[in-house]
């Protein structure tokens, strides 16, 4: 079966702009969770969705956001780009709770903020 | 604050000998722990579980051992093969939901 997909892998964008991120999940996986990796502090959440719903919030400002589509399909948006927003930008699929055991990460999109 | 720490970023094993990955935690909320791999340009994949009502899970040549008084756990490899060469990740969540706290990573040298 497929994976999850992310695009875009590569992404340089300027501070002060925009970007939007995709997340295909696996088919049948319902949940869809966003993570950001920086050097040295691992992975932190960002936020879970489920069936179209936000389910879970991580500690990060109103400039990050989300959504889920119908077809479970996910993408996140961060506004007014920071130099620091620069990451990795993982996202998960799983067919609803598992406590991450049921957790499929894509190879997500690596941001580059100049 | 981080609540998951894994305090060393390196490891050096020889190939056959043990490896040891540690984690330590600080929310005692925490109640499932995870371990997870990571390859260079992939996704982390989930290696192995472990419930806080039980101290120790084993899969294969995969062993999690959980230390609920001192909120320690570790990963025992063995034996270790090169293939095991990646950066680990211990992960805690609560009432095993999907909102994961991750440690820093630690990457695994496995040396032939």
């Known amino acids: 079966k497929a994976g999850v997909t992310q695009t875009p892998r590569y992404l340089i964008k300027t501070r002060g702009q925009q970007v939007t991120l995709s997340c295909s999940p696996i088919?049948?996986?319902?949940?869809v969770s966003w993570y950001q990796q920086t050097p040295g502090q691992g992975l932190q959440f960002l936020f879970e969705?489920?069936?179209?719903?936000?389910?879970n919030k991580g500690n990060f400002p109103g400039r990050f956001s989300g959504r889920q589509f119908s077809n479970s399909r996910s993408e996140m948006n961060v506004s007014t780009l920071e130099l620091g927003d620069s990451a990795l930008y993982l996202c998960?699929?799983?067919?609803?709770?598992?406590?991450?055991?049921?957790?499929?990460f894509g190879s997500g999109t690596r941001l580059t903020v100049v | 604050d981080q609540q998951v720490k894994q305090n060393s970023p390196s490891l050096s094993v020889q190939e056959g000998r043990i490896s040891i990955l540690n984690c330590d935690y600080t929310?005692?909320?925490?109640?499932?722990f995870l371990w997870y791999k990571k390859y260079p340009a992939e996704g982390p994949t989930f290696l192995i579980s472990?419930?806080?009502?039980?101290d120790k899970n084993e899969d294969g040549r995969f062993t999690v051992f959980l230390n609920k008084s001192a909120k320690h756990l570790s990963l025992h490899i063995v034996p270790s093969q090169p293939g095991d060469s990646a950066v680990y990740f211990c992960?805690?969540?609560?009432?095993?939901?999907?909102?994961?706290?991750f440690g820093g990573g630690t990457r695994l040298m496995v040396k032939p």
């Open positions: 998960a699929s799983s067919l609803g709770q598992t406590g991450g055991r049921g957790y499929t």
């Open positions: 088919s049948g996986h319902r949940s």
């Open positions: 969705y489920f069936s179209e719903t936000q389910r």
């Open positions: 929310n005692s909320m925490f109640d499932y």
């Open positions: 472990i419930s806080s009502i039980k």
């Open positions: 992960a805690a969540s609560v009432n095993a939901g999907n909102m994961l706290t």
